[in-house]
């Protein structure tokens, strides 16, 4: 063996043991949200079921702010190492970039993890309502233009885009109104302020069981297993899905070996029978895409409501 061809091994093998050994030092996972919500679950759950096997602190880190983007722009600024992650729901993916100014590139400065969960929404009513299906509820909105009033958990919201979304292709309209977050929005329509919300299926679970809110319809692509009865939009001819959901990304570049590695974690989290039971039982569907999957995601979602904000002129808060 030439002096070379040992050196070239033994910095190969070098190499090699330097990129397995992630993580030597905690891993910070940002969530843009308070404590309470999905994206909080998630990486609590992350940090609890992963930091025991990997042997170091998984730190959450709530950094809340302008519908994301701050944490999301921390985090795109962040030392691509392998130590700073984020888990979020879609607004700093894919639509506050086009409703306000942001300090990063969705696409091109976080680098897709995985697509972990889904969550269909729900077009719902309050009991007392008169509306008992989704035909008597467009029939009412279509001899009464401009009467229906909506809910949102803010402009440029998921809930609002979605609403757009169906007076778009139902060609009706419809009075929005927003609140500063889901939980108030769900409020007014309780209390018969508002006649209707689009809203994320484990926000509005717990009131569809108690017999508060009627379910018309859900926007999944096929029926919930949550809501069996309940029709999808596209079985009642309204052409379209839509769906909140949460992303785990990274600043981009970061080695490959991590990459990997928290996507296993993300996976081992997900699938374990407790937490699996938690998140099916609130409606949430697991996805666990994988980094390519995630990424083509984004720019068509990126690129989908970039368009409904545009031609909607939508504008946020």
Not at 17 to 37: L, Q, Y
Not at 146 to 161: E, K, Q, W, Y
Not at 249 to 266: C, F, K, N, V
Not at 274 to 298: C, K, R, W
Request: hydrophobic share 45%; glycine share 8%; net charge positive.
């Amino acid at each position: 063996m030439t002096i070379r061809k040992f050196l070239f091994g033994l910095v190969s093998a070098i190499a090699a043991s330097t990129a397995m050994a992630w993580p030597t030092k905690p891993i910070t996972i940002v969530v843009p949200f308070p404590a309470g919500g999905t994206s909080d679950l998630l990486a609590r759950a992350v940090s609890i079921h992963a930091g025991e096997s990997l042997g170091h602190r998984i730190i959450v880190d709530n950094r809340t702010g302008a519908s994301g983007t701050l944490a999301a722009a921390f985090v795109a600024r962040s030392p691509a190492d392998g130590y700073t992650f984020m888990v979020s729901g879609m607004a700093p993916f894919v639509t506050a970039p086009h409703l306000m100014r942001v300090h990063y590139d969705a696409v091109r400065d976080l680098e897709p993890i995985s697509l972990v969960v889904r969550a269909a929404k729900v077009l719902v009513v309050p009991t007392a309502s008169p509306h008992r299906n989704l035909y008597d509820f467009i029939s009412w909105k279509r001899a009464n233009p401009g009467r229906a009033s909506f809910a949102s958990a803010g402009n440029g919201s998921s809930d609002h885009l979605t609403a757009e979304l169906f007076w778009q292709e139902t060609r009706t309209t419809g009075i929005h109104i927003p609140y500063r977050g889901g939980a108030p929005a769900v409020t007014a329509v309780l209390g018969g302020e508002v006649n209707a919300l689009f809203m994320s299926i484990n926000a509005v679970m717990p009131h569809i069981i108690s017999g508060r809110l009627r379910p018309l319809v859900i926007s999944s692509a096929t029926r919930s297993s949550a809501l069996p009865q309940v029709p999808t939009l596209m079985e009642q001819g309204v052409n379209f899905t839509s769906y909140s959901w949460q992303g785990f990304a990274s600043p981009r570049g970061i080695p490959a070996e991590a990459r990997r590695r928290m996507h296993e974690l993300l996976s081992a989290t997900l699938r374990n029978p407790e937490m699996h039971s938690i998140l099916t039982q609130q409606g949430l569907e697991i996805v666990l895409s994988t980094p390519e999957e995630f990424a083509t995601f984004q720019q068509s979602e990126f690129s989908r409501w970039k368009q409904i904000i545009e031609t909607r002129n939508i504008v946020g808060d």
